[in-house]
C-alpha cells in the first residue's frame, strides 16, 4: 500500500490498516501518548491522550527525519525492507 493509497481510505479503514501494522515505538510527551507504526514504505503515528484511548490524531509521513523522536526506541530488527 502506497501512503497516497492510504489517504484515499475512510478514517475508520485507516485505523485497522494502522493496528495490522508493525508497532516500532512508543512515546510520550505532556499531554499525549504517541505510538508509531510502520506500514509498506511510510509510516503512521497515532497519538492519544494520556490515559485516554481514544485516538486524538493520526499522522502520517514518509520522510524519515520524522522518526527522529523515536530513533532511541525503535527495534530495527522489526522494519520491513
Do not use: C, H
Request: net charge negative; aromatic share 14%; proline share 4%.
Amino acid at each position: 500500500m502506497t501512503l497516497y493509497q492510504f489517504k484515499m481510505l475512510d478514517e475508520m479503514k485507516q485505523i485497522e490498516v494502522v493496528w495490522d501494522s508493525i508497532l516500532l515505538a512508543k512515546r510520550s510527551d505532556d499531554q499525549y501518548d504517541y505510538e508509531l507504526y510502520q506500514i509498506d514504505s511510510f509510516y503512521a503515528e497515532v497519538r492519544y491522550r494520556i490515559n485516554e484511548r481514544p485516538v486524538n490524531g493520526l499522522k502520517t509521513f514518509a520522510n524519515p527525519d520524522l522518526l527522529i523522536p523515536y530513533l532511541n526506541q525503535i527495534d530495527i530488527s522489526k522494519l520491513k525492507s
